[in-house]
Structures are given as C-alpha cells and as structure tokens.
C-alpha cells in the first residue's frame, strides 16, 4: 500500500473511532451493529491471532479481553500509535495483509475487520494462499467487510447511494475493490477452506474460512 494511501489513514486516525459511532448518516447503514460485528469476530478466533489492518485497535480490543495473544499489524503510523496507547501489551507492527513479518509461533487464526477491501482481487488471492501456508489444519480465516451478493447488488447500491445525495459513499463504493460472495467462496475452496458468511447490515458480512486439510 502506497504512502499517499497511509497518508490518509493517519490523517484519518485521528476521527475514525468517531466514524464507526454511526454518526455520518452517509456511513450509518456501513457501520450498522458495529460492536456486535467487531464481538462476532472475536467470539470466532482462537489461540495465536494475526490481525490486519488494526487501525485505532477497537476489534483488537476484543480479541485480548478474550484471552487471545494478538500480532497485529497496521501500515499507518497514526492508526498504530493510537492502537498501541490503547493496548500497550499488544504487538502491534507495521505490515499489511500482504508483507508482515510472521510471528515465530503457530498461528490459529487470521482476522480482520473493515479492510480486506482495500486489496484488489488479485491480491486477495495472494492474501488466501499466503494464510493457507501459515495456518495448520482447523484454522481459520475471519473477515468481516463490506462484500456483495453479486455484481449487480453491488452496482445497485451505488445507484441507491448517488440517489439520495451520498455522493461519497458512493465514490468509496466504486473506487475501492469490494468483491462478492462467490469470488470469496470460490477463492476459499481453492485454497482447502470451508466458508460461511453472516449477514449483518445491507453492507457488511462475516466470512468465517476454516481450513479443511
């Protein structure tokens, strides 16, 4: 990822925890059930946990009340500063989905939450056959984010978007590489994972990956 892309993150850092509260009526319906989505994740992962994109540390949060030893890692600089303040017993490093240093033990699941977009599709099969080889048989990929049913839901929520006036959602939704469930499902079952998805606003899914063989 880019610096003019980390640029905007960290520039972002500071009002993102305000963003998620569902305040922004255009991202209302994006954040919708925020907290149960970040508590669905968690409630998933076990044992030693990657997170990507971390961001300010609010589903990292989670995952250390649960017990779970978390590396997670965050390519901006001002998300992982206030990620850190917030968790300071947490490892939290620069990487993305894509170039991470491993950790040095087993790793039982990958989650991430709000970011898995920003990859294009290709490079989210990269991502899938990266944590295919890192995770053992029983592990587990979890992922919520914004992801389509199809093509055709995916452009009618652009137009419904454009139509009452949201004209930045709308240019989120056609810039960055929001994909649909079937690229999803297919991708998993290529790399050994059985997948299923939550539903938990007219945006955001939870894809729940385990590693068959």
Do not use: C
């Not at 500071?14 to 149960?36: C, K, L, M, N, R």
């Not at 994909?179 to 998993?188: N, R, V």
């Amino acid at each position: 990822m880019g610096r003019e892309f980390n640029d905007l993150f960290d520039e972002w850092s500071q009002t993102y925890d305000h963003t998620v509260s569902g305040i922004d009526p255009e991202y209302a319906d994006v954040f919708d059930h925020y907290d149960d989505i970040l508590n669905d994740v968690a409630s998933r992962a076990s044992g030693n946990v990657v997170e990507f994109g971390v961001g300010t540390g609010n589903l990292t949060q989670k995952l250390a009340q649960h017990g779970l030893r978390v590396f997670g890692f965050e390519p901006s600089e001002g998300m992982r500063k206030i990620a850190k303040k917030k968790l300071p017993s947490v490892h939290v490093m620069d990487g993305d989905f894509l170039v991470f240093d491993k950790p040095s033990v087993q790793i039982d699941t990958v989650v991430s939450t709000y970011a898995f977009h920003h990859l294009t599709d290709i490079e989210k099969a990269r991502a899938f056959e990266t944590y295919s080889d890192v995770l053992e048989k029983g592990g587990r990929i979890v992922f919520g984010d914004t992801v389509f049913v199809t093509e055709e839901a995916k452009a009618a929520m652009i137009r419904d978007a454009k139509q009452k006036q949201y004209y930045r959602l709308a240019e989120d939704l056609e810039r960055e590489y929001y994909t649909t469930i079937p690229f999803l499902e297919d991708l998993s079952h290529k790399h050994g994972f059985s997948t299923t998805f939550t539903n938990w606003n007219p945006f955001v899914w939870v894809m729940d990956a385990k590693k068959r063989i």
